[in-house]
């Protein structure tokens, strides 16, 4: 029996199609979650084969493979006081092949071997086997920072304040019990004292399951070649990454507000998230932000046969691109008089947000033009003069994940069946 409510704390680090799902949620109801930290905590946490921990995926009632998910995201509530974050630099000898996927410990030979916490600072996660320090990963420029929820406030602390943290790293974080991963507070660093910030909280990794097992921080298509002929248990060919369902996003417009529409490549979905960032801008260029706990609420509706290759968004008006922003009276006025002039009709359109990825910028934007040509039947070349004339190529995350904004006819989100979002999301 399907539930209008559907709570988790439940955790994962793989992606999994074989494994169970949590709910189903009935189509129309509510997922509330409550989830860990992603990045710099489970980065430092050896024995989980990702670089984030997502909550356990939510079976959507009537969600087929290939109809899609829209994500109405009502709440985002930042639960942590504090976060650790910065640039980060691989640790040659404390790994296999990937750092995130296949932490080793370079005395005792073990793959993703068990640990303990002894201590604070970089030399305080150590083998559970041999007691040597194990995390495969250095914080190469590093900073502490706090939050004033009351006033949406953040700022960061020097090294003497910072030091107050690691004593109560795992309170200041909020991780749930649930989660497996030791908190990057232990880490408390003011390289970059002093910085002020807002918080705007955002959702890193959200969205359904894959049809093949992925370290949930792997589902993209940038992070994704990591996999490819990878020398450990997760390695894939190039043709199964086309599996993947591109929910590590880390786009800053996922945030409270904004409808996120996702594929259905396994039966019931399996809605997954976590990896919320307490603020983040374009690029994540430094490669990571601050990551919190929050508890975040989304509301779930089926699109039937809507059959999608990645992600679609809905931003809130505010975040969309200049060119893209819903027509005011005065534009739409204008306009009219000019097509009345020159005798044209005009056309309704709404701006229709694809993500792509690749390995590279390049290719994330040759894939997010695809994937909207083949959604609304055009050729790629109209979607290119579409997306620079009334839309805009936005970078997500470097390497290679990015948002193609369009302004797309009415007539053609009509055919698809989320027109009803689109009038939502941009009355009037």
Request: charged share 20%; hydrophobic share 35%; proline share 9%.
């Amino acid at each position: 029996m399907a539930e209008k409510e559907v709570r988790t704390r439940e955790m994962v680090w793989v992606v999994d199609p074989k494994e169970k799902m949590l709910g189903p949620v009935a189509d129309g109801g509510t997922i509330i979650a409550h989830t860990a930290p992603g990045c710099w905590g489970p980065m430092i946490t050896p024995e989980g084969p990702s670089g984030h921990e997502v909550t356990r995926p939510v079976e959507v009632e009537g969600a087929q493979v290939g109809d899609a998910v829209a994500l109405r995201i009502k709440k985002i509530r930042v639960l942590s006081q504090a976060t650790v974050s910065g640039t980060d630099q691989p640790r040659e000898g404390f790994f296999t092949g990937d750092p995130f996927v296949a932490p080793r410990c370079p005395t005792c030979n073990i793959t993703n071997p068990p640990c303990r916490v002894e201590g604070t600072g970089e030399e305080s996660i150590r083998c559970q086997e041999c007691g040597n320090p194990v995390t495969p990963f250095h914080l190469s420029s590093g900073y502490t920072m706090v939050f004033d929820h009351e006033s949406n406030t953040a700022i960061t602390l020097d090294n003497e304040s910072s030091q107050k943290i690691p004593p109560r790293a795992e309170e200041m974080a909020a991780i749930p019990p649930e989660a497996k991963q030791f908190p990057i507070n232990l880490w408390a660093r003011g390289d970059l004292p002093g910085i002020i910030s807002r918080i705007r909280p955002m959702i890193g990794n959200i969205g359904s399951c894959p049809s093949i097992p992925i370290p949930s921080s792997h589902n993209a298509g940038d992070f994704g070649q990591f996999l490819i002929g990878a020398p450990h248990q997760y390695s894939l060919e190039e043709e199964e990454l086309e599996q993947r369902t591109d929910a590590h996003l880390d786009a800053d417009e996922v945030r409270q507000g904004a409808i996120l529409i996702v594929p259905v490549k396994v039966p019931g979905a399996g809605i997954f998230l976590g990896d919320v960032h307490a603020m983040q801008g374009d690029g994540e260029i430094a490669g990571h932000t601050t990551d919190v706990s929050a508890e975040v609420e989304l509301e779930v509706e089926v699109i039937k046969g809507l059959n999608l290759e990645g992600p679609l968004l809905l931003p809130v008006p505010e975040d969309l691109p200049f060119l893209a922003q819903p027509h005011d009276s005065t534009l739409r006025e204008n306009a009219q008089r000019l097509g009345e002039q020159w005798g044209t009709t005009l056309e309704e359109a709404y701006p229709l947000q694809s993500f792509g990825s690749g390995a590279n910028l390049n290719d994330a934007t040759e894939n997010g033009l695809q994937r909207i040509a083949e959604l609304i039947n055009i050729p790629v070349e109209e979607v290119k003069n579409r997306a620079t004339i009334a839309g805009a190529i936005s970078i997500s995350r470097l390497p290679g994940v990015v948002q193609v904004t369009a302004m797309i006819p009415r007539s053609h989100l009509e055919k698809l069946g989320i027109f009803h979002l689109f009038q939502e999301q941009y009355p009037g």
